[in-house]
């Protein structure tokens, strides 16, 4: 069974850090693109950052020059460095990633996504 858990969050003030961990685990034969979402009360989920297995970034412009999205392929993991955090950036932050898994009927790509991690920052 494929999980993403995720780590790293909680709560900060404004101006503060946070790094986000999130570990994909179980049948996995390789991993493509990895990428963080956000989800603030009232309002739909969001692309915050994501990285391809060629190590090509995307940011969404609220979080460019802010948030930094990395990943260690040894570990299947994906990172995000957030700076310089904002009353804004509150939400619940989802790991998403396309694996290709290994099953008794062959290899099948599909979307994951892992429980999210709460990020909340006081002004």
């Known amino acids: 069974q494929v999980k993403l858990v995720e780590s790293g969050g909680g709560l900060v003030q404004a101006g503060g850090s946070l790094r986000l961990s999130c570990k994909a685990s179980?049948?996995?034969?390789?991993?493509?693109?990895m990428g963080w979402y956000r989800q603030a009360p009232g309002k739909q989920r969001e692309l915050v950052a994501a990285?391809?297995?060629?190590?090509?970034?995307n940011y969404s412009d609220s979080v460019k020059g802010r948030f930094t999205i990395s990943r260690d392929n040894a570990k299947n993991t994906v990172y995000l460095q957030m700076n310089s955090l904002r009353p804004e950036d509150t939400a619940v932050y989802y790991c998403?990633?396309?694996?290709?898994?290994?099953?008794?009927?062959?290899?099948?790509?599909?979307?994951?996504w892992g429980q999210g991690t709460q990020v909340t920052v006081s002004s």
């Open positions: 998403n990633a396309h694996l290709m898994t290994v099953s008794g009927t062959g290899l099948s790509v599909r979307e994951y």
């Open positions: 179980g049948s996995i034969f390789s991993i493509n693109a």
């Open positions: 990285i391809t297995s060629g190590d090509n970034t």
